[in-house]
């Protein structure tokens, strides 16, 4: 069983930053694809960025060059540094984790972006 605690969320001004972190339980972190995911209200739920377990990744083009995915498999974190915000990014961020075990999601943290 996987579970994932993200942190990190709150309120920012347009054009701050923002990073958030998920903490992973399990002992091999390190082949698990890992992604952010959101969902603005009334909206469906958008990959963000994804890394794989090789470090190889994927963004969505509204945050391409703005946002930054990383991760520490010491750690068994993965990050999602946020520059640049815009209105338009607040949403409750995900995050995701995938291997051969399944699939697992975090609870979500709240991003705001606003004067």
């Known amino acids: 069983q996987v579970q994932l605690a993200e942190s990190g969320g709150g309120l920012v001004q347009p054009g701050g930053s923002l990073r958030l972190s998920c903490a992973a339980s399990?002992?091999?972190?390190?082949?698990?694809?890992m992604a952010w995911y959101r969902q603005a209200p009334g909206k469906q739920r958008d990959l963000v960025a994804l890394?794989?377990?090789?470090?190889?990744?994927n963004y969505a083009g509204s945050v391409k060059g703005r946002f930054t995915i990383s991760r520490d498999n010491a750690e068994k974190t993965v990050y999602l540094q946020m520059n640049s915000l815009k209105p338009e990014d607040t949403a409750v961020y995900y995050c995701?984790?995938?291997?051969?075990?399944?699939?697992?999601w975090g609870q979500g943290t709240q991003v705001t972006v606003s004067s």
């Open positions: 995701y984790a995938s291997s051969d075990l399944g699939v697992y």
């Open positions: 399990g002992s091999i972190f390190k082949a698990y694809i």
């Open positions: 890394i794989t377990s090789g470090g190889s990744t």
